[in-house]
């Protein structure tokens, strides 16, 4: 890394700018938003699914609707969109609302911001559409669509090129693998729809065997919020167009989280391994990024290696 771009990473790249953050209340979005709100004027929309206010510092400016609601405050120079139903349970139990959160709920939002005359989005899309690699994927391979959350995900990268080709707007879509942070962040109060990690470390740290599906060897690239913001942040910047993977390029079996969690806490507590609730062949079982292309057009790079990530979770416990 280039002593240039630590500079940058240390303080705020974005400054000055007026930016609406979607799901801004949520796990990444909170994050995004309190790390842009000292040097920009920063609003949140949130409907508070998964969202709350708590997890906002006060400088920002919340709004307590949906992303289907028209007279959006969309008259910003950046449209950061994380809102979404996030899971594949979410989208088996009300596809019609899936694709009216995720697609529709899109649509609607860059629709209002291209005509306020905002230029530049940055959005949510998965790695989820790769299936299961346990080699590094790049962008151009081919994607399956297996759910429901694929597919409106796949269908808000339609969509953004839509909107690029035919209106010149810069919409970049980041394809995020395994975001984690633990529960002293802005997960806590999702539950079962906080990341794994900071799941298994709340049973280990409260000695509560942690359930992990199957035999606990599937792996995944855990990638820490901190530098998934980062990401987020530099493609507004540099007005990226087109999708990007963000991810480590590394991978890691649950079985090897629980016992990292376990060795920082210096506990000694055994998984439990239960019958995975989601059909095998839908089931994404590998993850692994390959994210040269975000990192060549932009200088990022994961700042937070895995044992860090780990010893951040478990932080509050000990």
Not at 105 to 118: I, K, L, T, Y
Not at 201 to 229: C, E, M, N, W
Not at 285 to 297: E, F, L, N, V, Y
Request: aromatic share 10%; net charge negative; proline share 3%.
């Amino acid at each position: 890394m280039t002593g240039c771009f630590q500079c940058s990473l240390e303080k705020n790249i974005m400054e000055n700018n007026r930016v609406l953050v979607t799901g801004g209340g949520g796990f990444i979005g909170s994050n995004l938003a309190n790390s842009l709100a000292a040097d920009n004027d920063v609003i949140v929309v949130d409907n508070g699914y998964l969202g709350t206010p708590k997890n906002v510092v006060d400088t920002v400016t919340y709004h307590d609707t949906s992303v289907l609601n028209d007279d959006l405050p969309t008259d910003v120079d950046v449209v950061f969109h994380l809102a979404a139903l996030s899971s594949y349970n979410m989208h088996e139990e009300d596809p019609c609302q899936g694709v009216r959160v995720n697609v529709e709920g899109f649509v609607n939002v860059v629709e209002q911001a291209r005509v306020d005359g905002c230029e530049t989005v940055v959005y949510a899309s998965t790695s989820s559409i790769y299936g299961s690699q346990t080699t590094p994927s790049p962008e151009d391979m081919d994607v399956t669509v297996n759910t429901g959350y694929e597919a409106s995900k796949l269908s808000r990268e339609h969509y953004a090129e839509y909107f690029s080709n035919h209106y010149g707007m810069s919409l970049a879509g980041l394809r995020f693998f395994s975001v984690y942070q633990g529960y002293g962040g802005a997960e806590e109060h999702k539950g079962e729809y906080a990341n794994v990690i900071a799941q298994f470390a709340d049973d280990i740290a409260h000695s509560r065997s942690p359930k992990l599906y199957g035999d606990g060897t599937q792996t995944r690239d855990f990638t820490h919020v901190d530098d998934i913001v980062q990401a987020i942040v530099l493609a507004a910047d540099q007005n990226l167009n087109g999708v990007f993977n963000v991810g480590t390029g590394n991978r890691y079996s649950f079985n090897t989280v629980v016992d990292m969690i376990n060795d920082v806490l210096t506990t000694d507590i055994e998984p439990e391994y239960v019958e995975n609730p989601i059909p095998k062949d839908v089931y994404v079982r590998d993850t692994c990024a390959d994210a040269s292309k975000i990192s060549q057009q932009t200088g990022w790079k994961p700042q937070i290696d895995f044992r860090e990530g780990i010893e951040r979770v478990c932080e509050p416990y000990l």
